[in-house]
């Protein structure tokens, strides 16, 4: 008996496709559209370099001359390799742990970036306030668009600030002072920037911050109006924590190099470290540590903090990548310090590796200015949601259940 042919109906076919096509609820909202393709801080730079200006992307983006440090910052990761353990009941997993004696709901921190308001209106404002959301410490930078004071008033959260060397002694005091007041709870010193590394991406742009206004930047604009309206409808762009107190606040166009030669100053040595100390009396840290003896120099002074960097490969070119000194700095200064990795975390799993060679802690800027640039506040709420995730994952499918398991048992060196 030949078999009869089964013919398909308009309503079967209909209930077929819906049982294997599912479709995506439209969105009439733009940062949630783009937020739904960022899955990963190379996501965010994607749709950064997107949206904003040329220049004001390669501001963010660049590195110093052939950018082979601000490469090598991430790929050094993956030098590593994590050796799993299995069966281990990963259940409940606990990503807390303790900077200075104050908890956190990970060990990441935002590191101090300057001009941040150029990638968003609300710039540092926004950041400190999706920090406080995620339970970890943000930086503000001498060379803010916010003020201290403007952060204090917009969130209860740990915050830190970030100290480059004036000239002016008595500004970087009082500059101290006011965190001290506005209830900052950490400082840092940098102390990689007795000059600044030529980065010829800023170079080739003819790049001031703010930025120029002239053919190619109204041209640049018109192409990125998105930016460009938000730019143009907020407040001027300046240093906000040194208005009125210096000839040079950012309300004018500045050269960052020319500005860096004529306000920080060259002759920074360990002498300058005690004088920190003796007008600020919490933790301190050393910002751009680049190797094992400038380490041990710093535990010797009483040092609280040592921020593993090279200022995110914008300075040096060929500097050490930060992730490579975690182990033998701990080795050589045992507990005598919290150890800070500070440059080239693109993933939680790069945290647990950090943590696995011994820092207490990673600190990131890029990807939260990716985030801001990309999709506002909401922006940096999913990166570090993300980055909680992926820290998350990694450690439930490495068999560690709280960061005090992570050890140095936890990674390799890949075998070349």
């Known amino acids: 008996m030949a078999r009869r042919a089964v013919r398909s109906t308009p309503v079967g076919m209909i209930n077929t496709f819906r049982s294997v096509v ?13 937020l739904r393709k960022a899955a990963s801080v190379e ?47 990963v259940s409940a997993l ?13 060990p990441l921190i935002l590191a101090p970036t300057g001009f941040t308001r150029i990638a968003h209106s609300q710039g540092e ?13 943000c930086s503000l930078s001498t060379m803010g668009t916010r003020s201290i004071e403007e952060l204090a008033a917009v969130s209860d959260g740990d915050k830190w600030f970030q100290i480059y060397a004036w000239r002016d002694r008595g500004l970087v005091e ?75 606040d950012g309300s004018t166009a500045v050269n960052l190099a020319e500005h860096m030669a004529r306000q920080f100053d060259p002759a920074l040595s360990w002498d300058d470290v005690d004088w920190l100390r003796s007008i600020w009396d919490g933790p301190i840290v050393l910002k751009g540590i680049q190797t094992v003896d400038d380490a041990k120099q710093a535990v010797s002074m009483g040092v609280d903090g040592l921020g593993l960097s090279n200022h995110g490969g914008r300075q040096l070119d060929d500097a050490p990548a930060p992730i490579e000194l975690v182990e033998p700095v701990r080795d050589e200064v045992g507990d005598a310090a919290t150890i800070i990795c500070d440059g080239g975390v693109r993933r939680g799993s790069d945290i647990v590796k950090a943590i696995a060679l011994g820092a207490d802690a990673v600190s990131m800027g890029r990807p939260y200015l990716y985030a801001l640039g990309a999709a506002g506040e909401r922006g940096v ?20 259940r709280s960061v005090a398991e992570i050890d140095r048992s936890l990674v390799r060196r890949r075998r070349r």
């Not at 992307?57 to 050094?76: H, K, M, P, W």
């Open 43 to 89: 996501d965010f730079r994607r749709i950064a370099k997107r949206r904003l200006p040329h220049g004001v992307f390669d501001y963010i983006d660049g590195g110093a001359e052939d950018e082979r440090s601000l490469a090598r910052n991430s790929t050094a990761f993956a030098n590593y390799e994590f050796q799993p353990r299995v069966l281990r009941d």
């Open 381 to 400: 709420d999913q990166m570090l949601a993300n980055m909680r995730e992926g820290m998350e994952r990694t450690m439930a499918l490495t068999g560690r």
């Open 22 to 34: 599912q479709f995506e609820k439209l969105s009439l909202d733009p940062v949630e559209r783009r």
């Open 174 to 248: 009082e500059l101290v002072d006011r965190s001290k007041r506005a209830g900052f709870t950490a400082v840092w010193l940098t102390v990689d920037t007795a000059v600044l590394g030529r980065r010829e991406r800023d170079v080739r742009r003819g790049m001031t911050l703010p930025p120029k206004i002239g053919p190619g930047t109204i041209v640049d604009g018109a192409i990125h109006p998105g930016w460009t309206w938000d730019f143009l409808r907020n407040e001027p762009i300046t240093f906000a924590n040194v208005v009125g107190l210096s000839d040079e």
């Open 94 to 106: 606990d990503t807390s742990t303790t900077i200075f004696g104050r908890t956190v709901a990970m």
């Open 125 to 137: 404002l926004a950041v400190t306030r999706a920090a406080q959301r995620a339970g970890v410490p």
